[in-house]
């Protein structure tokens, strides 16, 4: 492994666990409700009593950071955890099918691949309403696609290894072809693709609440603290200190995964290769 590689994936890891043991203890070590409101402390900077300060409510945002960990990184996991599993599935099938039938699965997968996710997700946004649940179902509709892709690209590729073949000529079937040839040449793939576009998808929900078609106040979400801050960002930067920090901190941890994960599954294979 090259050292490079190596801390990549280590302090990817890192640091994504940090977010979410975060999120998911927020109950326990948020100093308040992040809904509870302080007329009296209102755009108080940093200190001590308040780590990030306070909103314009005066709402205490260290604990709104943390509670909106909570309400993206489980909804944004939850829905990835659905798009992995679809693509994967109809990856598995396609590459298991016919001449005819993968020829036309392909061609559909790689038309929802092309088609811009954003442009799904706007247009679901717009027959729905502006809701967090909103962008994560119209993710839902498109997601999918490079799962399914890469998968199906996958199964192809080790039906044809000599060992599959071979296996094959000894009469194993399908489904032990499949848990002996396929599912361990997608577990390296998949999880470099799970780590990027779930930081991609982070972002994008981030993204869209910012612009107010994703969560709505007074719901405590990193995009949506981002948007209520935006008329005093430059009077009172702290406002944007600690969601801002949030996105970044996320979606740097989960690329630096990613990429760490794809270069030591590139290194494995030429070393295989050799």
Known sequence: MAPT????????????AVVVLAAL???????????????GARLAPPGAEHWFGTDRFGRDTFSRVLHGGR?????????????????TVLG??????????DDLGRRLVDGAVAFP?????????????????????????VWWAPFARLVRALVRAALAEPSAVTARALGANRWQLLHGEVLPRLVGPLAVLTAIETGQLIATVAGLSF??????????????????????????????????????VTVFALTCLGEGL?????????????
């Open 5 to 16: 590689s190596r801390g990549l994936v280590t302090l990817g890891a890192v640091l994504l």
């Open 25 to 39: 203890v927020a109950p326990w070590i948020a100093p308040v409700d992040p809904a509870a409101q302080n007329v």
């Open 71 to 87: 309400q993206t990184l489980l909804l944004t996991g939850a829905t990835m955890l659905a798009v992995v599993t679809a693509g």
């Open 92 to 101: 598995v099938l396609l590459g298991l099918a016919g001449p005819r039938l």
């Open 117 to 141: 996710a954003v442009i799904v997700v706007l247009a679901f946004v717009g027959l729905r309403g502006p809701s967090l649940t909103t962008v994560l179902g119209g993710a839902l509709l």
């Open 211 to 248: 612009l107010g078609l994703g969560a709505q106040p007074p719901l405590a979400e990193w995009g949506a603290m981002l948007a209520d801050a935006r008329g005093l960002a430059l009077s009172q930067p702290h406002l944007v200190l600690g969601p801002g920090l949030a996105v970044l």
């Open 262 to 274: 794809r270069d030591l599954s590139d290194r494995s294979a030429v070393v295989v290769a050799t």
